[in-house]
């Protein structure tokens, strides 16, 4: 299976395309910068170098021409601003879902954010990001053309993953290791009939096979 992934440099895209690759996987991670390259081919992924900010649909989508999923990971990242929660965490979604439906990619995930809200009052930097995330979700959800599932993880840890989750359309408050996270990204890509669904995640006491499997209806 070859999957591309947007924000290929960020914390848990690195983890994801570490997993994938050691399974045999073809992975490229779309990064900002050259200099990230080697960071990419490190845990087996195959860099590609272009900045979502400023590429058109037609570029992106020349680049997901052949992939069978893709996922959006990046994120605007702790210290940006509001204007860059637009542009990367909206509009860099936004951007790849329509360039997904234009090189044919079926399967799309989104690693979006526990509490992400479209309709989001506030106007703090915690605030907008929660409403773009929300806005970017659910311009995904209302596309036909993709076979998405959407992501929203709890609070992220660096503590060594466990293997075990609670995946739910609603969990509650918690947190849950990056590790878990690109694990449960990987059994997701394996589970088309997750298609059309919205899942909280964060620690819990299921192992993430059989958490997803559960929420596929397996």
Not at 89 to 99: H, P, R, T, W, Y
Not at 190 to 207: C, F, H, N, V
Request: a negative charge; proline letters at 3%; zero cysteines.
């Amino acid at each position: 299976m070859r999957i591309v992934i947007a924000g290929g440099h960020g914390q848990i895209a690195l983890r994801l395309e570490r997993l994938l690759a050691g399974r045999g996987d073809e992975v490229a991670g779309i990064i900002r910068k050259a200099e990230q390259a080697d960071d990419l081919r490190a845990v087996g992924a195959e860099p590609v170098v272009l900045d979502l900010e400023s590429a058109s649909v037609e570029e992106v989508a020349e680049r997901l021409r052949g992939a069978d999923a893709a996922v959006f990971a990046a994120g605007a990242g702790p210290g940006s601003g509001a204007t860059r929660k637009d542009t990367v965490d909206k509009g860099a979604a936004v951007l790849f879902a329509d360039a997904a439906l234009r090189a044919g990619v079926r399967r799309f995930l989104v690693v979006s954010s526990y509490g992400a809200d479209a309709g989001r009052q506030g106007d703090e930097i915690f605030d907008v990001y929660l409403r773009a995330k929300g806005e970017a979700d659910a311009y995904v959800q209302g596309l036909d053309g993709l076979d998405w599932t959407v992501l929203r993880p709890g609070s992220l840890t660096d503590d060594a993953g466990t293997g075990l989750v609670r995946l739910e359309a609603r969990t509650g408050r918690g947190a849950v290791p990056r590790d878990d996270v690109a694990a449960v990204l990987a059994e997701l890509l394996d589970t088309p009939a997750t298609a059309g669904l919205t899942l909280e995640l964060i620690g819990g006491s299921t192992p993430v096979s059989v958490a997803v499997k559960a929420v596929a209806g397996n």
